[in-house]
């Protein structure tokens, strides 16, 4: 039997009778991770990871009916035994193992690997492989041109860049998703070359990392800064539907850049009109999917979002037993 199955709702567990990140209400879910496209509103009960809590509270509401585990304890539910354990996506984001007479399946919903000599990023608790039958994995760099390189690179690229606007008195303005991708730039840049400015849909998701125990530099609303001059020397970090906004506009003349794993395609950069495309992503990259599931064990794999048939006929051609989930999965903004 299988432990999770495809329904209208969303992924199903039929022995459990619970829902993973469902996209239709219903009556017991349990999340992976706060990105809209998997923490949906109107559910009865959300069981979701520790860490995560704030993030969810903040998205889906204070009063929403919310049981939290640590990563790695167990839960039993109708005779299925239920653990998360660390995705390495955003904070509290969580792969969830589900077990019942002896079967065990992992759902991953969205997973970072460290790329390979990298240093973990500390603003959530790094990818666990977890041995399961069945991986129900997601593919949303599964092509093999993506290929991270490591952070320490990355951000000594986006300090340069910064350093250099901040001499030419200009702001620094990076787009980027609120969630996850703000705060791991947050972590990674160095404060000392000038104030950093947030958006005011970024700001309140860096206040729930603090509470959770991630240190971030101090940030500011840009109402807060009255000095002109302290705005040209900024790095203000915004989700690109505040472009072309009267809210962008009180930075005068800017260079921007798009933070992103899609940054990887030549034509993504030029079609984004930026000064920049940062190659940045909280999802494993092709290099990294294929560790996942090899170090899983899984020998059979279900790729849900993403590039679905290109690593659904690798797998196949690597012996795997492998075939495909639609979801309503993709989109995080
Ligand atoms: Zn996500
Ligand atoms: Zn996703």
């Known amino acids: ?128 492989p977890v041995r399961c039958h069945t991986f129900i994995t997601e593919s949303t760099f599964g092509l093999p041109i993506y290929r991270w390189r490591p952070d320490a690179e990355l951000f000594a690229e986006i300090n340069t860049w910064w350093a250099r606007n901040a001499e030419a008195g200009r702001a620094s303005v990076l787009q980027c998703y609120s969630l996850g991708k703000a705060q791991r730039i947050l972590a990674n840049v160095d404060a000392s070359i000038g104030p950093i400015v947030c958006h005011g849909a970024v700001e309140p998701l860096n206040r729930a990392y603090r509470a959770a125990g991630v240190p971030l530099p101090e940030t500011r609303l840009v109402t807060e800064v009255s000095d002109k001059a302290t705005l040209q020397r900024a790095l203000v970090l915004c989700p690109g539907s505040a472009v072309g906004t009267p809210w962008i506009r009180r930075f005068g003349d800017v260079s921007d850049a798009f933070a992103s794993g899609w940054m990887q395609i030549r034509g993504w950069r030029r079609r984004g009109g930026q000064d920049r495309g940062f190659v940045l992503s909280d999802h494993a990259d092709w290099p990294g999917l294929l560790s996942a599931i090899g170090a899983s064990g899984a020998e059979r794999v279900i790729v849900t979002h993403g590039s679905v048939p290109v690593l659904v006929r690798y797998l196949q051609e690597q012996g795997l037993q492998a075939e495909s989930f639609e979801t309503e999965y993709g989109d995080e903004a």
């Open 1 to 128: 039997m299988d432990l999770i199955v495809q329904r209208p709702e969303g992924l199903y567990c039929p022995p459990g009778d619970f829902h993973i990140d469902p996209w239709r209400r219903v009556d017991r879910a349990v999340i992976t991770h706060a990105h809209a496209d998997h923490a949906r509103p109107g559910h009865g009960h959300y069981l979701a990871a520790a860490p995560g809590e704030g993030l969810l509270r903040s998205r889906l509401g204070e009063g929403i009916t919310l049981q939290t585990l640590a990563y790695g304890e167990t839960l039993e539910h109708n005779g299925v035994r239920i653990s998360l354990h660390p995705a390495g996506h955003v904070l509290g984001s969580a792969q969830v193992r589900v077990e019942h007479e002896g079967r065990v399946w992992v759902a991953s919903g969205d997973y970072r690997t460290t790329p390979a000599g990298a240093v973990p990023d500390r603003t959530c608790a790094p990818f666990e």
